[in-house]
């Protein structure tokens, strides 16, 4: 179902391995599924098959055969089918991190992150809180991070009771400030995790798929991309929202150098 995020992760409270990427190969994935569901008009197995024809222009007609168990609804089987395709398509990466006992404690399987990467993302926007309001919050550097406050800004914190909490930017005061409207519903400790988020560049979204011990100290985490408009996509056929998570992709200026 759809799920907001529920921790935030930055380099700053994972360990000096960071984030560390893959993805499945093209051999691996399909773009027919034929989904077997149970007509109870004809009281027989019937198949509904489900294309993407921009998956069968890259790697050709892959079929897939799927079983849908007590499925009785041609629909329902049409939007299993969809789900497979998404998935494949558009939810294949998986991220693999280490980070402390503090957050290893509280995200659970199943559980949506945010991912802030400057390695990714091509600009530093998440770290460590320094001192905080309910309004304001001073941030860890102002030097080192892109702090843009234009483009719908929005920034997100973790509460002193180890949640999430998303605020629309209505300012920045001197240096690394900003003001936050309506205020957080709690003040955000010093040191906790924070991550400043706009139009230009939003965190990576990843459900995680499993959280384990190290040592006692440590804890290794690895979740699969996620995407929030699937669902709609899946169910009412509407567009998937362009969600930009790196500048890396943008044309850059020119070096400039005196004139001969």
């Known amino acids: 179902k759809p ?35 149970f007509n109870m008009d004809s009281q027989e197995i019937d198949y509904e098959v489900v294309e993407d024809a921009t998956a069968i222009s890259k790697i050709g007609t892959v079929v897939k055969q799927i079983s849908a168990f ?16 998404f998935a494949e ?9 280490s980070t402390s006992i503090d957050s ?11 991912i802030q990467d400057p390695v990714r993302a091509g600009a530093r926007r998440g770290g460590r809180i320094k001192s905080a309001t309910a309004s304001i919050v001073t941030v860890d550097s102002e030097t080192g991070s892109d702090l843009d406050l234009t483009n719908n800004a929005k920034l997100s914190v973790i509460l002193p009771d180890g949640t999430a909490q998303t605020r629309v930017v209505s300012g920045g005061n001197a240096g690394e400030e900003i003001q936050v409207s309506p205020s957080f519903s709690a003040i955000p400790n ?4 924070w991550i400043l988020e706009n139009d230009t560049i939003k965190p990576q979204l990843f459900r995680v798929i499993t959280v ?19 669902y709609a996509f899946i169910e009412d056929g509407e567009t998937i929202p362009t969600r930009t998570t790196s500048n890396l992709t943008e044309l850059k200026n020119p070096p400039g150098g005196l004139a001969a």
């Open 212 to 230: 384990e011990e190290q040592d006692g100290i440590n804890y290794s985490i690895t979740a699969l991309s996620y995407v929030e408009g699937k």
């Open 89 to 97: 398509q558009n939810e294949s990466e998986i991220v693999a991190f």
């Open 70 to 85: 007590a499925c009785t609804s041609r629909g329902q089987a049409r939007r299993l089918g969809k789900a497979v395709l």
């Open 104 to 114: 290893g404690a509280v995200v659970r399987p199943g559980a949506i992150i945010e």
């Open 190 to 193: 010093a040191n906790s995790v």
């Open 3 to 37: 799920t907001d995020p529920s921790y935030l992760f930055t380099l700053s409270n994972v360990t000096d391995s960071g984030f560390s990427y893959s993805g499945s190969s093209l051999k691996t994935r399909h773009s027919v599924v034929s989904v077997a569901y």
